[in-house]
């Protein structure tokens, strides 16, 4: 019995080992292909039929989508009938190296780039032959070094304060790692605090202190190679950052200008006042009165000179401005008195020469009066000789001025 069950095993495994051989096998080497961007690769794959001499043999390279969800990406069909068909977003890029006979079905790129970085599917299809493995599979892997990193501070950089320092590389394939190391202010490396945290590039700094002030690295690697960027961070009290500190400069420093101006605006007020009041008073500083008292008119007038009131024996007195003020104003009051006294003596003197001619001109009429009465006699005794002669009206402003009698003698102009 026992020998009846070991020929029904045996049995079986010959039939297994038979149905293997005979159906369909597709298979791709590697599971995945590494290469250079900008490379032309081949991603091999052969087929073993389970008929060599079958009418038709069609061929699928299949690849990955961007989503998971939607169907794969066509890349092309082959039919043993020599029709190759080629997708648009692979058209110029994808061909396919076939021989039908050796069971060889290979695809190849051109300038592969980093959208290329996906899964690939191979499968073959054969009329009657659905049996066995039909497809295989295999990733790409196009490598690209990482691009030089960006490293930013993401928060405010104050005492006892939370910030993250953020390291990123736009682009690198395989992805890139990252990794921070920190430098005091004295440019030696430095353990990281027991609450720092580091993940995919962010380090997190808690409860900041002066301590936490120096210089970090990130650098950014792959298989490829790596890059580095660099930041300072500088802790500062809380409120006190750069952009608040030149605000508060700045304003110090319009303020002093405004109030600079201000003084001196006021220093150029007070020196116009004080040459004002100077001028009001009449005599400057350093000059005094005199009674100098020329005759004008017959009258004796007061004015005033100026003295240097220097003196090399007498040091100067200290006057209060107030007295000062008040001896000018009584003086000023005295000069204006005196003028006035003046001009109404020059009114009386013209009202006394008035009087005068007033006078002379009575006296003037009296003398016409008896010329007149004198005329009357005249006519009277030469029987008119001399009437027409008087007829005129009397001027004595015509008459020439009478001589004196005693009025010295013309000398001769005769020469001997």
Request: hydrophobic fraction near 30%.
């Amino acid at each position: 019995m026992m020998a009846s069950q070991k020929g029904m095993f045996a049995g079986v495994l010959l039939c297994l080992v038979v149905s293997t051989t005979v159906a369909l096998q597709v298979s791709i080497p590697e599971r995945i292909y590494e290469f250079a961007r900008g490379d032309n690769i081949t991603i091999p794959c052969s087929f073993k039929p389970k008929n060599p001499t079958n009418s038709l043999v069609i061929i699928y390279w299949l690849a990955e989508a961007d989503n998971p969800e939607e169907p794969e990406i066509s890349i092309l069909s082959y039919y043993s009938t020599g029709d190759l068909d080629i997708s648009d977003r692979y058209d110029g890029r994808a061909s396919l190296e076939q021989d039908i006979a050796k069971g060889i079905a290979n695809l190849k790129l051109s300038s592969i780039g980093l959208q290329d970085n996906r899964q690939y599917e191979c499968r073959v299809s054969i009329p009657k032959d659905d049996k066995g493995q039909l497809a295989d599979t295999a990733r790409l892997v196009v490598l690209v070094a990482p691009s030089v990193p960006i490293c930013k501070i993401n928060g405010r950089a104050e005492y006892f304060q939370d910030i993250t320092l953020t390291c990123l590389s736009e682009e690198g394939s395989p992805p890139p790692t990252y990794k921070w190391q920190g430098y005091d202010v004295k440019n030696m490396p430095r353990a990281p605090a027991l609450r720092t945290t580091e993940k995919d590039g962010v380090l997190s700094l808690f409860n900041l202190t002066m301590e936490s002030s120096g210089y970090y690295v990130c650098t950014s690697s792959n298989k490829i190679r790596s890059t580095k960027c660099n930041l300072t961070l500088s802790v500062m009290p809380p409120s006190m950052n750069m952009g608040s500190t030149a605000g508060i400069i700045g304003g110090v420093v319009v303020g002093a200008l405004v109030l600079l101006i201000i003084l001196i605006y006021c220093c150029c007020c007070r020196k116009k006042e004080e040459k004002a009041e100077e001028y009001a008073m009449g005599v400057p500083e350093g000059e005094e009165f005199h009674d100098i008292k020329p005759v004008v008119n017959g009258e004796v007038r007061q004015t005033r000179s100026t003295e240097d009131d220097d003196d090399d024996d007498h040091p100067p007195k200290i006057v209060d401005r107030r007295d000062q003020y008040k001896e000018r104003s009584e003086k000023d009051y005295d000069d204006r008195r005196s003028d006035y006294d003046d001009r109404r003596s020059d009114y009386d003197d013209r009202r006394e020469r008035y009087g005068d001619r007033r006078n002379q001109d009575d006296r003037s009429s009296d003398r016409r009066d008896r010329y007149d009465h004198d005329r009357g006699y005249d006519e009277r005794s030469d029987g008119g000789r001399y009437s027409d002669r008087y007829d005129e009206p009397y001027d004595d402003r015509d008459r020439p001025p009478s001589v004196p009698a005693n009025k010295p003698a013309k000398p001769s102009t005769n020469r001997i």
